[in-house]
């Protein structure tokens, strides 16, 4: 039955991770193919966010969503997720996002996935790039971690509101990646991985800093939710 169980999960986040990236890298084909590009900046930020809504909406229940290596490691490290399986869990959201590439070139083309491909912008350096995604990772799982433990009937919403957020101020600066299966995905299947390497360490070690924050602010399982009236509190 566990074994039943973990399959499930684990097939949960493959085709959670495949509905979102999917969304996410049609989007961004659709804005390099657009006659106004001003309009991209708004439908990939969006794309992304709504795509990862869809996603939790329709397997989120089953494996708790996740669809992002960097979230699965901060789980892992507030013991909501045990290591054996995370294995699965970022096996399954790497394959998921290989295949949204897959998906792409079959119904679009190579470059449409190229297009979506993650990189410093213009004027932004390596290490500068760096410093983005693994401020903006740690802030993206400081709000999952909240979220999901103090606020779930938000966490939601919560969740891809952040990612637009975070969209909309770094995609054309670092890449907006905060997730290595997201970069991975679009990097394989466009044929460049010289840049691959930014977007899976800058988000591994956001992950770490976004747990540590969220544990030295929040104070661990002792304290009770926001939405408690502080008079409950006082009891």
Known sequence: ??????????????????????????????????????????VVPFSFGFGLLAAIFAFGHISGGHYNPAVTIAMVLDRRTNPLDAVGYIAAQVIGALAAGAVVIVAVGQDAVKQGITAPGTGVTDTGAIVIETIMTAAFIAVILAATKRVPSLAALAIPLALVAIHFGTATLSGASVNPA???????????????????????????????????????????????PAAEQLR
């Open 1 to 42: 039955m566990q074994a039943r169980l973990d399959a499930r999960k684990y097939a949960a986040e493959l085709l959670g991770s495949l509905l979102f990236f999917t969304i996410g890298y049609l989007s961004v084909g659709a804005f390099h193919a657009s006659a106004t590009p001003v309009a991209g900046l708004l």
């Open 182 to 228: 997201r970069s991975i995905g679009s990097a394989v299947m466009g044929g460049d991985v010289s840049k691959l390497w930014i977007y899976i360490v800058a988000p591994i070690i956001g992950a770490v800093l976004g747990w540590v924050a969220w544990r030295v602010v929040d104070g661990g399982a002792e304290t009770r939710p926001a939405e408690q």
